[in-house]
């Protein structure tokens, strides 16, 4: 039902609120697809960590933490910037920026995300890699 609710803002929006740019803007989204925050493939001898999903709704966060195989996120996770002057903000800009990171082969067992939206507040999810692995 919160997926309902979240397409159905979505479809109510006006283009100009439609800009994706704030935490009360991405929070609904990201909160109805926590599932496919991540994904994890192995690919060419690594682990590849992919956070394409939170770079697509990156306006509105400021900040995404993850641990490998932690209860708690160590590293930060850099994301590209959100281009504001552009009629998507959102834009992946894959020849500048990729959305993940290497790890050695078979490294990953479990990912712990933190993301802290630019209102300051946080959403933490967990996952197991037989869960978000991708073929």
Not at 27 to 56: C, K, M
Request: hydrophobic share 35%; aromatic share 10%.
């Amino acid at each position: 039902m919160r997926l309902w609710t979240v397409l159905t803002a979505l479809l109510l929006m006006s283009p100009a609120q439609a800009q994706f740019v704030t935490a009360d803007q991405v929070r609904p989204i990201l909160q109805a697809t926590e599932g496919n925050w991540i994904g994890v493939r192995r690919w060419e001898g690594n682990d590849l960590l992919y956070f394409t999903h939170l770079e697509s709704w990156r306006c509105g966060l400021s900040r995404v933490r993850y641990g490998i195989n932690s209860k708690k996120p160590t590293q930060d996770y850099e994301l590209d910037e959100c281009f504001e002057d552009k009629p998507n903000p959102n834009i992946l800009d894959v020849e500048n920026h990729l959305p993940y990171v290497t790890l050695p082969l078979d490294s990953v067992e479990t990912i712990v995300i933190e993301v802290t939206y630019d209102d300051g507040q946080k959403q933490t999810a967990f996952y197991n890699r037989e869960k978000i692995e991708i073929p």
